[in-house]
């Protein structure tokens, strides 16, 4: 049972456009929520996250939307930059787990041509 | 530098040669836990640790031990490694309840 689900494995912009990538979840519990990128050959490395006190956070270029009612979140990437070009995994952990024991989705892997 | 490293970073092994891939971290995290990363299934937890000589299961365990005698370290054995273990592994540490996991550079497996 995928708790955590980001349903397009791949995502191809243009330089300069915005990026947004999906993520849904199905456990009401979860209470805070990650996204983080990888490139090839290296860990992950976490981006930016979000409380569900929050329905928007802001860092730089990247924003991440939080709507509990449809349990859907998304990062938005403004400007993209060819740079950005990696897997984005979003994960979710509950206040009732144990601590740091993250849920995470399937990946999409983002293309930003130049 | 705060850092996870593991090793090996890539092995080739055969069914039922036992392995252990290491784990150290630099940042005194309470909080470690081994990953493996599948292609459609993303990064799943096979074990996490609480602690020193805490430690419990994630949701793909089966075929995997772990050990936590000391803070700074958390070994992931195959005791008899099958195909099915051939991955991409992740160990990863946090402070606790903090969530933000720091993540190692991986360990790509292949059992023949």
């Known amino acids: 049972d995928q708790q955590v689900k980001q349903n397009s494995p791949s995502l191809s912009v243009q330089e300069g456009r915005i990026s947004i990538l999906n993520c849904d979840y199905t456990n009401s519990m979860f209470d805070y929520f990650l996204w983080y990128k990888k490139y090839p050959a290296e860990g992950p490395t976490f981006l930016i996250s979000i409380s569900s006190i929050k329905d928007k956070n802001e860092d730089g270029r990247f924003t991440v939307f939080l709507n509990k009612s449809a349990k859907h979140l998304s990062l938005h990437i403004v400007p993209s930059q060819p740079g950005d070009s990696a897997v984005y995994f979003c994960?979710?952990?509950?206040?009732?787990?144990?601590?740091?024991?993250?849920?995470f989705g399937q990946g999409t892997e983002l293309s930003v041509k130049p | 530098e705060a850092q996870v490293t593991q090793n090996p970073r890539y092995l080739i092994t055969v069914t039922g040669k036992k392995l252990t891939v290491t784990c150290s971290q630099n940042?005194?995290?309470?909080?470690m836990s081994w990953y493996r990363q599948d292609p459609g299934l993303g990064l799943r937890q096979i074990y996490y640790s609480m602690n020193v000589e805490v430690t419990d299961k994630g949701d793909v365990p089966e075929g995997y031990k772990v050990s936590r005698k000391e803070k700074r370290n958390f070994p992931l054995i195959l005791e008899s490694p099958s195909p099915n273990q051939t991955s991409l592994y992740f160990c990863?540490?946090?402070?606790?309840?903090?969530?933000?996991?720091?993540f190692g550079e991986g360990s790509r497996l292949t059992v023949l």
């Open positions: 940042m005194n995290h309470e909080y």
């Open positions: 990863a540490s946090s402070t606790t309840n903090t969530g933000e996991l720091f």
């Open positions: 994960a979710a952990s509950a206040v009732d787990n144990q601590g740091g024991k993250l849920i």
